[in-house]
């Protein structure tokens, strides 16, 4: 089995990190590694195959998040994830929404050590890609190094030895999703504290992370950073995270970045794909730069048409290519 680099990775989100934008991402970076948005087991296993699970050779590195609390689901979810080639499947222990909650999976799992590591153990055996949890530092009151490490010790003997550490407890009732990702505060100490501990699990930390000083600094105590809402809101973002921690400075400009975008709706189109579904994606490609604001605004104006005029993009983006070139100039 090929190591999986882990050193930054792109955090599962709902709603955003589909196929079309881990395309995009790809544009940008050959050495994150990506995750799915979280599927359920139901869904994985009953669903449409391929407009659920489906993707493209070159997304990968990429792995499958999946939510759910049956461990012969999980376990078939497992196996699937495996022949169709996702390198890694995931499970999330760490989403306090009330659906989730109410299916009994996510950070309501957090509760329950014993059913966690009967699932990982399950999911281990049924196949040979790491089986990787992506979990809170706590819930609700509990926020204690003996009950997280506990925990992490019942998971890793299950057979998981990749954990991603969201910094930030959940709290399961009272709060909104959103509510969890800004009001419980970041506690990265807690997650040093888990890797001194625990030096033969690899463990990623998440949360709050926005520039290459603090992703280097968290290197320095952990094996690697996972980042979520920073690069989907500026996903060139990536770019420099491929010259800063990948050492790879061929990296292209924004302006190539939406010119390969568009190649890929042309192609989407005619498969029926809808134009928002690929482009929205792509709102804060332009993200502090003159030329933000066109962009946007095409995007606007445009992201609902049946068939985006392409010559009319490609006219913006020469535009805006042209200012990019004429601050160079100038700078
Ligand atoms: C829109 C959105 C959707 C999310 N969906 C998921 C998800 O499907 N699975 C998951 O484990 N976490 C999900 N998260 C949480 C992120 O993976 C991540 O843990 C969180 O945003 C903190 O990282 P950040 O501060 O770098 O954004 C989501 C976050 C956002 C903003």
Not at 6 to 22: G, K, L, Q, Y
Not at 73 to 84: N, Y
Not at 251 to 263: G, H, M, N, W
């Amino acid at each position: 089995m090929r190591k999986i680099n882990r050193t930054v990775s792109v955090a599962p989100m709902m709603d955003c990190t589909d196929r079309h934008d881990r395309f995009f991402m790809r544009l940008m970076s050959k050495n994150v590694m990506l995750y799915t948005e979280m599927v359920a087991t139901k869904s994985a296993i009953h669903g449409d195959r391929k407009k659920i699970l489906g993707f493209r050779d070159d997304e990968k590195p990429l792995a499958l998040q999946v939510g759910g609390s049956d461990k012969k689901e999980l376990s078939e979810v497992a196996k699937i994830a495996e022949d169709l080639g996702y390198d890694e499947i995931n499970l999330n222990l760490g989403c306090p929404s009330k659906k989730v909650q109410k299916n009994s999976f996510g950070a309501c799992l957090m509760k329950e050590p014993s059913l966690v590591s009967e699932c990982i153990h399950e999911m281990s055996k049924s196949c040979s890609i790491p089986v990787t949890a992506k979990t809170r530092i706590g819930f609700d009151d509990t926020e204690d190094f003996d009950y997280l490490n506990n925990f992490i010790a019942q998971i890793k003997n299950a057979g998981c030895k990749t954990i991603i550490l969201h910094a930030r407890k959940a709290i399961l009732k009272g709060l909104t999703p959103k509510q969890n990702l800004n009001i419980p505060k970041l506690n990265y100490h807690m997650v040093y504290d888990i890797k001194n501990k625990n030096p033969d699990l690899e463990i990623i930390i998440n949360g709050g992370i926005t520039n290459i000083e603090d992703i280097n600094l968290h290197l320095n105590k952990c094996d690697g950073v996972m980042i979520g809402r920073a690069i989907y809101q500026n996903p060139y973002f990536l770019t420099d995270i491929e010259k800063n921690i990948f050492k790879n400075t061929n990296v292209p400009t924004r302006s190539e970045v939406a010119k390969e975008t568009l190649k890929y709706l042309e192609e989407e189109v005619k498969l029926g794909t809808k134009v928002n579904h690929v482009m929205r994606h792509t709102v804060g490609l332009y993200h502090g730069q003159v030329g933000s604001r066109e962009w946007k605004r095409y995007l606007s104006d445009n992201m609902m048409a049946r068939d985006s005029d392409f010559q009319k993009a490609k006219h913006i983006i020469t535009i805006i290519q042209n200012n990019e070139k004429s601050n160079q100039a100038i700078a």
